[in-house]
């Protein structure tokens, strides 16, 4: 059995994890070692036995140094299979980015570094990571590539094309909130096995990777903005209500401080009942997120410096 990942965030109504790319173009492996996007990224499996099924999961991840491949967290809770350009790589270690937590039915922190033993002997590239004080500017051109399906609704939820690396363009984006948000009402964008994947900006060294997949939501992107608008809000109305009856345990000294809440996320057997019961949706055509690399570039420097 396949399943792909790419989260569904429960909001108002639904959001999910990555998939493939949406109104993408096949990549065909003749042009890895052109510098294109193909160059930088990875394919990724979790297989894992449940009950007598076993079920694969795709994602995607990028290279950020030569032996060193950033992802999602959900695509690295368990020791991955790593493939570039068909070959296999092996795998060193595995670190998950403090906080990271995924029960199945929510995640955060969704960041994930894989070592690999040795760097890959065909044409490959490393992306680079951007400065904290840098801004990603309205109407840019953002390359998006990943190994997803192309779609997910009632109609296309028992299609197999994931596994297939395909690559597009997206010159929407919103940054809110440490996530970079896409607009996938038109155009291209995520889907599921596209967990993991990069964001990336063309320029004269090569491609900047700004962000990570982690969801994809049915919501539109203002309706996503409004909605997280709206949870941040109550969140903080409650903490305001709670720290009236004095500290909580996180608010006393030197006690951990937790800034992001955990997004919900769909089961399978949540989709597929939700599909059914609105045939309409496609989960790939509304709001694409990712997580926004300068919110983490201390604990992503610091495992590249490892050796």
Not at 19 to 41: E, I, R
Not at 68 to 80: D, E, F, N, R, S
Request: hydrophobic letters at 35%; charged letters at 20%; aromatic letters at 6%.
């Amino acid at each position: 059995m396949i399943r792909s990942f790419l989260f569904l965030s429960v909001t108002i109504a639904l959001a999910s994890p990555a998939l493939a790319v949406v109104n993408g173009t096949k990549v065909n492996s003749k042009t890895v070692g052109l510098g294109g996007p193909q160059d930088y990224v990875v394919g990724l499996t979790i297989t894992e036995k449940k009950g007598k099924e076993t079920i694969t999961s795709y994602c995607t991840g990028v290279f950020i140094s030569p032996t060193t491949v950033l992802t999602a967290g959900h695509c690295a809770h368990k020791k991955p299979a790593v493939k570039f350009n068909g070959k296999s790589l092996e795998v060193k270690s595995v670190q998950l980015l403090s906080g990271f937590n995924y029960t199945g039915r929510s995640v955060s922190k969704d960041l994930a570094i894989v070592k690999l033993k040795k760097a890959p002997k065909s044409s490959f590239k490393v992306a680079r990571i951007p400065d904290r004080n840098e801004n990603l500017k309205t109407g840019l051109n953002l390359n998006i590539i990943g190994y997803g399906k192309t779609g997910l609704s009632s109609k296309t939820l028992l299609l197999d094309d994931m596994g297939i690396l395909r690559q597009g363009i997206s010159s929407a984006y919103f940054p809110f909130n440490n996530e970079i948000l896409i607009d996938q009402s038109v155009g291209t964008g995520i889907c599921q096995g596209d967990s993991g994947s990069p964001l990336l900006e063309e320029n004269t060294q090569g491609f900047t990777v700004w962000g990570i997949a982690g969801t994809a939501s049915s919501l539109s992107l203002q309706r996503y903005i409004n909605q997280e608008k709206r949870k941040q809000a109550k969140e903080a109305q409650e903490k305001e209500t709670a720290n009236q009856d004095g500290p909580s345990p996180v608010d006393q000294p030197g006690a951990e401080q937790t800034q992001e809440s955990p997004k919900k996320v769909m089961t399978s057997q949540d989709l597929t009942k939700f599909l059914s019961q609105n045939p309409h949706v496609d989960f790939c055509k509304g709001t694409g997120v990712y997580t926004d690399l300068r919110s983490e570039l201390d604990w992503i420097k610091s495992v590249l410096a490892q050796p």
